[in-house]
């Protein structure tokens, strides 16, 4: 069972991990983040137990394009809601960027660092 590794956490590059994760504090409704001394690396720690999302500083940071193939994505992050209008709201209010609206059941969107993530109500 000990060679078995356990999801801990999800960790986004980025040029001001203090400020990408104020945003996903304040869009997940989760606590203070817990920032390592040098400002370099800040982990939010969910509440209700389970992975951990972290966020590290990158010299000369270049945030993923949508779509893209020149610079892709590569990963994103997809949020589960139950209010797809008001969470949509809440998002663009907090400084996500809308990036597409057309699929009927989820949305996506960048978040302040240009990371690609979708508000799913599916």
């Known amino acids: 069972m000990g060679a078995v590794p356990t999801f801990g956490a999800v960790a986004l590059d980025c040029p001001d991990p203090v400020a990408l994760a104020e945003f996903y504090?304040?869009?997940l409704d989760w606590k203070a983040a817990d920032v390592a001394e040098d400002g370099h690396w800040v982990t939010l720690r969910n509440p209700e137990g389970g992975a951990r999302f972290s966020f590290q500083r990158v010299p000369d940071y270049r945030p993923p394009a949508w779509p893209s193939a020149e610079n892709p994505q590569q990963a994103?992050?997809?949020?589960?809601v139950t209010d797809l209008e008001a969470a949509h709201e809440r998002a663009l209010a907090i400084g996500a960027k809308l990036l597409d609206d057309g699929p009927e059941t989820f949305r996506v969107y960048a978040d302040p660092a240009g990371h690609p993530f979708c508000l799913c109500a599916c």
Do not use: I, S, W
């Not at 994103?76 to 589960?80: A, Q």
């Open 76 to 80: 994103h992050v997809d949020l589960d």
């Open 25 to 27: 504090r304040e869009l």
